[in-house]
């Protein structure tokens, strides 16, 4: 096995308080969002009540992962076991980018797609968002096969990101998987 000689060191081996609450949250939040998702594509009979349910919560899971970025940035997560696999290393930074990219781009294509079809996007009773781009049928269809099509990608990324913390939790038990889970006996 390589050991990673480029990655920065950091001395916290676990994740801040923040940062624990806001991925179980947010883990929570987006499983939802997919399961809603199919469940709009596939019943007539709870889709107005799926779509005034997945508006919301797209909404509040774009004002989250900024709090989670700005947190990220601020305290930087703990380093991976010098003894993992170069080209582990790559797939865990390159999926938790690429999670972060679609948890970003999902709620604005999203968005997006509704002022493009010149809906109203009502967050609640009473609040309304503004449109963000011009009513457009062209840009709807594209916004909506792109938003399907990462929604998709983000299925998978999420089934990888779930399986490899399981295999650090079950397998490898390195500390990857409870440096998430649970706080540091000296930094709760």
Known sequence: ???????PMTTNTHFNLTARCLHWLMAVMILAMLFIGVGMMTSLHY??????LHRPLGIAILLLVIVRL???LRNPPPSLPA???QWQVLAAKGSHILLYVLMLALPLIGWAMLSAAGYPIVLFKGFNLPAIVPTSPILYAWLRDAHSLLAWLLFVVVIGHLSAALVHALIY????FSSMAKGSKHHQ
Do not use: A, F, S, Y
């Not at 889709?47 to 005034?52: M, V």
């Not at 038990?173 to 990857?176: C, E, S, T, Y």
């Open 1 to 7: 096995m390589k050991t990673q000689e480029n990655t």
């Open 47 to 52: 889709r107005l009540w799926l779509i005034n």
């Open 83 to 85: 003894n993992l696999p």
């Open 70 to 72: 700005i947190n990220r």
């Open 173 to 176: 038990r390195d500390g990857v």
